[in-house]
């Protein structure tokens, strides 16, 4: 069991050390109004000021790693108060659809929501920079550019639109360029490719002359095995090996250009959130934290293992992408991104501190982390 000094010590560690959060008090105070319309401040708060929040989530009842990360929170808050804040979990379908639970807890239908930002880009195109974006940030790189480099509060007044507040709770690190049937040796063979992959990689895909096409994960591999489409992006070696791409499309690329850091995220509804003493308010941003930090170190060690279990058990040699398609792919991706963060004011700030933020930490990620693994491999392998 998590132990509450355990947590509390781990996620002043990450706040110092890894710079994943620092608690900050709120002055929000009980809004009025939201009491009138909300049952939820008095019919869940029975006794000793215990509360109960209804979290929706875009994810299968218990998939791995997604699927648990709000699990990870949920339990962490829990053990934080000694029981006194509890959260029911819900799985995409049981509440509301898994890609409803944003309006539900913008309205108060839900008091909390655990999904990826990147699905609300209907509603501003600002959103993808707070999940990841083509040729963007790793894991590390977009938790500093939220903590610490402005990304929270253009987060915050973003998502204070739509009766929102949000904070980092989970984080797949890179993702994989995915699955094809066939290689992938030059820009030509991307010509007419049929390629499930969402959003603005979606765009990338098209720009190349192939064709994104939009599909939930539990259609993925039907839709291989008939031909439907060519290719598949999913996550990296720990949830795709469950899916059993490797069946239909041997051929495994990387990097992926499009997911170089994926953060999810949970939203609270903005009248509960200002309603809560700062205390409450604290205790949910470290629960955050400790979602964060161990969904991130979770996918790391899990897709180790499953990499290893594709390439002995199933035959899956992973590739890495020519040059010639790394360059122009990444050079295509700078100019969607540039596109999309000039569509309005307000995705236009988040873009320009997204950039300068990315930038900044450009250089000291390719001297530290980037090097490093370079000349590890080279000492490891000869």
């Known amino acids: 069991m998590v132990k509450r000094r355990d947590i509390i010590t781990a996620a ?17 105070k009980p809004n009025s109004q939201s009491n009138a319309k ?36 949920a339990k962490a808050l829990r053990d934080l108060s000694d029981g006194r804040l ?37 509603k501003s195109k600002g959103f993808s920079f707070f999940t990841t974006v083509p040729n963007g940030m790793t894991a590390t790189e977009i938790m500093g550019w939220i903590d610490h480099g402005g990304g929270q509060q253009l987060w915050d007044k973003l998502s204070e639109n739509f009766n929102i507040k949000p904070f980092q ?16 040796n030059t820009l030509e063979d991307f010509q007419g490719l049929k390629m499930r992959i969402p959003g603005i ?31 598949t992006e999913w996550v990296g070696p720990w949830n795709d090996i469950a899916l059993g791409f490797y069946r239909e499309a041997p051929f ?18 903005l009248d509960v959130w200002n309603a809560l003493p700062a205390s409450d308010q604290a205790m949910i941003k470290y629960a955050c934290a400790y979602a964060n930090h161990w969904s991130l170190g979770e996918y790391s060690y899990r897709n180790g293992l499953a990499l290893e279990t594709l390439k002995t058990d199933y035959g899956v040699t992973p590739r890495v992408f020519s040059d010639d398609i790394t360059k122009t792919v990444f050079q295509i991706a700078e100019d969607v991104v540039a596109d999309m ?21 450009r250089g000291w990620t390719e001297i530290s982390d980037g090097a490093f693994i370079k000349a590890r491999q080279i000492a490891m392998d000869g």
């Open 341 to 361: 963060g000039s569509e309005d004011a307000s995705t236009r700030a988040i873009y320009e501190s997204y950039r300068t933020a990315r930038n900044a930490m």
């Open 38 to 73: 909300r049952s939820y401040l008095s019919a869940p708060n029975l006794s000793q000021n215990r509360r109960e929040f209804r979290m929706a989530t875009s994810w299968p009842k218990d998939f791995p790693g997604l699927g648990q990360m709000a699990n990870y929170f």
């Open 169 to 184: 709770a989970g984080n797949t690190g890179h993702q994989m360029g995915g699955w094809y049937k066939r290689e992938m």
């Open 201 to 231: 990689g979606g765009e990338v895909i098209r720009r190349l002359g192939g064709s994104p096409v939009q599909l939930a994960g539990g259609e993925i591999y039907q839709s291989l095995q008939s031909g439907a489409i060519d290719a």
């Open 86 to 122: 509890d959260v029911k979990v819900f799985a995409a379908g049981e509440l509301v659809g898994a890609l409803e639970c944003f309006d539900a807890t913008s309205t108060g239908a839900a008091d909390m929501y655990h999904s990826a930002e990147y699905y609300w880009q209907g």
């Open 252 to 269: 495994y690329y990387g990097p992926g250009f499009h997911e170089p850091g994926a953060s999810l995220a949970i939203g609270t509804n």
């Open 12 to 28: 002043a560690a990450v706040a110092t050390g890894a710079g994943v959060l620092g608690v900050v008090g709120s002055k929000g």
